[in-house]
């Protein structure tokens, strides 16, 4: 049975709307997954993982988060012309429904490839690649038009700056927001200049650690209050303790709490997060509304292995709402507060199909694995996702799709 799609930005389109909702650019790798390792391996020795699992990684994981909440998504990377290459083209293009009409694929040039083993809820990570043939803006020429870019802040291709041709400037000059992120910085150095891009980015969203390591301060609440006084839309992520934003175009100011969650890889939550909150944006959401979405949407992907294909999409959201409403009212004070919190979602969660998108888990993977990623938030109980899996005894079996029920 195909899943059947959602759209929440339906009343907002016209013939002479965007083209897109989302439209992103970045790297592309293969993720290969080990799981269910007891110990890292010593030198000189092997270990054995009990699950491993393959999806596309990178810029992919915002891209398919984006899509799996109904966002039109539009991706420019490059892609090999190696079988890997083959795999993260046809997982986004035919399984995702990313548009891929500003990517390009390159002969003689290999995918990069990250190999993560997670360990006692950690994970170690093993990369390797090299520089695309062509940069993001040479790739892209004029950007298609979309309501929203989701960008990290680069000192190689500075947004506000003298470049004209800068594939994001033209974007936002065509009418879309700019979302930035910023990356970890393993030099140390935390310029507060690369911040001069706020200027013209309409939200920030980093997390905790970045935000005091640019700004200087000591506390994210502080980190947050500077970073309000640069951009309309400042958010900070803190982790199992929630996130906070400060919104000045509506004068709206939100802290929430993070769900409880069994966090088994954190691969992607990030790029839920602010999957989310770029949907709550468009779709004019209250700050607190819209915070709370992006944290059960992370959440929610937090709880299985494998990277971008444990985005939820809005199946499992009516879904977890389902389980909350249930719990609510019989199995404690915490049952009850997400039941509050998240009672927005009793005008969102009727509108959703029957069968809609549910996430789909790695695609090379055994069922045994699946037994461990069952259980997203804590309380309430969670009915268990979806997934796409094969059995690596018979690969003959049928798969069934992440965008497919």
């Known amino acids: 049975m195909s899943?059947?799609?959602?759209?929440?930005?339906?009343?907002?389109?016209?013939?002479?709307?965007?083209?897109?909702?989302?439209?992103?650019?970045g790297t592309v790798f293969l993720d290969i997954v080990f799981t269910g390792l007891a110990a890292m391996p010593a030198a000189g020795t092997e270990a054995w993982a009990e699950g491993m699992g393959s999806c596309p990684g990178g810029i992919a994981n915002l891209a398919i988060a984006t899509s799996r909440l109904g966002l039109r998504t539009s991706l420019a990377a490059a892609f090999s012309d190696d079988d890997y290459g083959d795999f993260c083209w046809r997982t986004l293009a035919?399984?995702?429904?990313?548009?891929?009409?500003?990517?390009?694929?390159?002969?003689?040039?290999?995918?990069?490839?990250?190999?993560?083993m997670a360990v006692d809820r950690d994970r170690s990570m093993v990369t390797h690649g090299h520089p695309a043939p062509m940069s993001a803006s040479e790739m892209i020429g004029s950007p298609p038009r979309s309501r929203a870019v989701i960008l990290a802040l680069s000192a190689e291709e500075p947004l506000g700056g003298t470049n004209p041709c800068n594939w994001a400037e033209l974007a936002r000059q065509d009418g879309a927001l700019l979302f930035a992120d910023v990356g970890w910085d393993p030099s140390g150095t935390w310029s507060p200049e690369l911040l001069d891009q706020l200027s013209v980015?309409?939200?920030?969203?980093?997390?905790?650690?970045e935000a005091m390591a640019y700004t200087g301060t000591d506390t994210p609440r502080d980190a947050l209050y500077t970073l309000a006084d640069r951009?309309?839309?400042?958010?900070?992520t803190d982790g199992a303790n929630?996130?906070?934003?400060?919104?000045?175009?509506?004068?709206?100011?939100?802290?929430v709490p993070a769900p409880r969650v069994t966090a088994l890889d954190p691969t992607g939550a990030g790029d839920v997060f602010g999957a989310g909150i770029v949907l709550g944006t468009l779709c004019g959401w209250p700050l607190a509304d819209r915070l709370a979405?992006?944290?059960?949407?992370?959440?929610?992907?937090v709880q299985q292995f494998g990277g971008s294909l444990a985005a939820p999409g809005w199946g499992d959201i009516a879904d977890w709402w389902h389980g909350v409403r249930a719990a609510?009212?019989?199995?404690?004070?915490?049952?009850?507060s997400l039941a509050r919190r998240y009672a927005f979602l009793d005008r969102l969660v009727p509108t959703v199909p029957v069968g809609a998108v549910h996430r789909?888990?790695?695609?090379?993977?055994?069922?045994?694995?699946?037994?461990?990623?069952?259980?997203?938030?804590?309380?309430p109980p969670v009915k268990a996702a979806a997934t796409t899996v094969t059995d690596t005894e018979d690969p003959d079996k049928t798969r069934v799709p992440a965008q497919k029920e």
Request: include cysteine.
């Open 94 to 116: 035919e399984q995702e429904s990313v548009d891929l009409s500003k990517s390009r694929r390159f002969e003689h040039w290999h995918s990069p490839v990250t190999v993560s």
């Open 242 to 255: 929630g996130a906070m934003a400060i919104d000045s175009m509506t004068g709206e100011e939100a802290f």
């Open 360 to 379: 789909a888990a790695a695609t090379i993977a055994r069922y045994a694995d699946l037994g461990m990623a069952s259980q997203a938030v804590e309380e």
């Open 231 to 236: 951009v309309p839309l400042a958010v900070v």
């Open 328 to 336: 609510a009212g019989h199995t404690g004070a915490y049952a009850d």
């Open 293 to 301: 979405f992006a944290e059960v949407c992370s959440a929610l992907a």
């Open 201 to 209: 980015c309409h939200a920030f969203m980093p997390n905790a650690v």
């Open 3 to 25: 899943a059947q799609a959602y759209d929440p930005l339906a009343d907002q389109r016209t013939p002479e709307g965007p083209q897109f909702d989302v439209f992103l650019a």
